[in-house]
T-cell receptor, first 113, second 115 residues
Framework: GNSVTQMEGPVTLSEEAFLTINCTYTATGYPSLFWYVQYPGEGLQLLLKATKADDKGSNKGFEATYRKETTSFHLEKGSVQVSDSAVYFCALRPMEYGNKLVFGAGTILRVKS | GAGVSQSPSNKVTEKGKDVELRCDPISGHTALYWYRQSLGQGLEFLIYFQGNSAPDKSGLPSDRFSAERTGGSVSTLTIQRTQQEDSAVYLC?????????????FGAGSRLTVL
């Protein structure tokens, strides 16, 4: 079946530190991959996406590269800010038409000033 | 509307009561999803509507849960005889279609507390 595994949190970093949140997936074929972010008190919103192998999604200084060979989509940011504190969800959308998004468990990120 | 609207934003109910949660998707979006987010857990898929097709109900946890989507727009999630384990944030999302790259837009959620 389709599944997503994320590193457990919470992840606590100091401002300007380098961030990596690991995400690996299990799926047949070539799913689309997403990172969603949920800021405190808000709904989930799309952070970035990639639809085929070797694509790099990027937004707000965050990046993730679709690695088919390692079935991974790790999220990275070179220098985090306090405002990046949120819950980050990795997700996949199977290639079959009409299938729903499958989410990981989410990773809490806390950035200290 | 400009975004996905959910109501109520907060609902406190007593065990055994029925509750209805409403979702108003983005106008023109044909796909609508319900997810559940429990404390300390990820997002659990509940049900998916796509156009006029039969809904995918594979995620509904029990027969106490049901959902409908009227006129291809507004959706209502109903939980009958609520239990304490039903306490969670219920999230609705919509998208323009069912293809792989379509992005889901989420509502702010309805927080349900069952006492």
């Amino acid at each position: 079946g389709n599944s997503v595994t994320q590193m457990e949190g919470p992840v606590t970093l100091s401002e300007e530190a380098f961030l990596t949140i690991n995400c690996t997936y299990t799926a047949t074929g070539y799913p689309s991959l997403f990172w969603y972010v949920q800021y405190p008190g808000e709904g989930l919103q799309l952070l970035l996406k990639a639809t085929k192998a070797d694509d790099k999604g990027s937004n707000k200084g965050f990046e993730a590269t679709y690695r088919k060979e390692t079935t991974s989509f790790h999220l990275e940011k070179g220098s985090v800010q306090v405002s990046d504190s949120a819950v980050y969800f990795c997700a996949l959308r199977p290639m079959e038409y009409g299938n729903k998004l499958v989410f990981g468990a989410g990773t809490i990120l806390r950035v200290k000033s | 509307g400009a975004g996905v609207s959910q109501s109520p934003s907060n609902k406190v109910t007593e065990k055994g009561k029925d509750v209805e949660l409403r979702c108003d998707p983005i106008s023109g979006h044909t796909a609508l999803y319900w997810y559940r987010q429990s404390l300390g857990q990820g997002l659990e898929f509940l049900i998916y509507f796509q156009g006029n097709s039969a809904p995918d109900k594979s995620g509904l946890p029990s027969d106490r849960f049901s959902a409908e989507r009227t006129g291809g727009s507004v959706s209502t999630l109903t939980i009958q005889r609520t239990q304490q384990e039903d306490s969670a944030v219920y999230l609705c999302a919509s998208s323009a279609g069912g293809s792989g790259a379509n992005v889901l837009t989420f509502g702010a959620g309805s927080r349900l507390t069952v006492l």
